[in-house]
């Protein structure tokens, strides 16, 4: 199986700044991957699909790169509301999931 | 409005069976395809099976294979998974979640449901 090896696993910042969340594959898996914001108690939200097609409704300030193996998620200022777990998921087969990084407030 | 609501949880014993249903609205659920997420408390999510939109194409997690089994019902616009020889591991919140890119397999996830909490204790 593909292992997905996401970092950090926790980080903390402050309102405005930028953000970044990098997601490695075990091996290529193209552009075969998406970004999702889970927040306490609530279930998953697609952001991101296809590693840097941002999800309709979705505010700009969240973006993705890359392709291949090496896979990066940013928030260009973060907000209070985005407080969260973010995960990566890719969707070579079989489907995994990064193993999250909880956001917070400085 | 688009909408996923599954029903079903609940606790059982190991070795026990659960049957959860994931009912659909807003959206020809016959024309997508789904799947089952899950995740254990304090976890991160974990992908469990797949069907397609007219059934005849199903995927599982090898942690499930052979014990779960994913099912569909168009005209009622429900989704099933079907769990038994349940073990202590198999707790967790399961969320049905609709298919979004359309390509043959489960790819990304755009309609979620609230879950469903499943707890495998004796």
């Known amino acids: 199986d593909i292992q997905m090896t996401q970092s950090p696993s926790s980080l903390s910042a402050s309102v405005g700044d930028r953000v970044t969340i990098t997601c490695q594959a075990s091996q290529d898996i193209s552009n075969y991957l998406n970004w999702y914001q889970q927040k306490p108690g609530k279930a998953p939200k697609l952001l991101i699909y296809d590693a840097s097609n941002l999800e309709t409704g979705v505010p700009s300030r969240f973006s993705g790169s890359g392709s291949g193996t090496d896979f990066t998620f940013t928030i260009s200022s973060l907000q209070p509301e985005d407080i969260a777990t973010y995960y990566c998921?890719?969707?070579?087969?079989?489907?995994?999931f990064g193993g999250g990084t909880k956001v917070e407030i400085k | 409005e688009v909408q996923l609501v599954e029903s079903g949880g609940g606790l059982v014993q190991p070795g026990g069976s659960l049957r959860l249903s994931c009912a659909a609205s807003?959206?020809?659920?016959?024309?997508?395809?789904m799947n089952w997420v899950r995740q254990a408390p304090g976890k991160g999510l974990e992908w469990v099976s797949y069907i397609s939109s007219s059934g005849s194409t199903i995927y599982y997690a090898d942690s499930v294979k052979g014990r779960f089994t994913i099912s569909r019902d168009n005209a009622k616009n429900s989704l099933y998974l079907q769990m038994n020889s349940l073990r202590a591991e198999d707790t967790a919140v399961y969320y049905c979640?609709?298919?979004?890119?359309?390509?043959?397999?489960?790819?990304?996830?755009?309609?979620w449901g609230q879950g469903t909490m499943v707890t495998v204790s004796s």
């Open positions: 998921q890719q969707y070579d087969t079989p489907l995994t």
């Open positions: 807003g959206f020809t659920f016959s024309s997508y395809e």
């Open positions: 979640a609709r298919d979004f890119l359309m390509i043959v397999g489960p790819d990304a996830f755009d309609i």
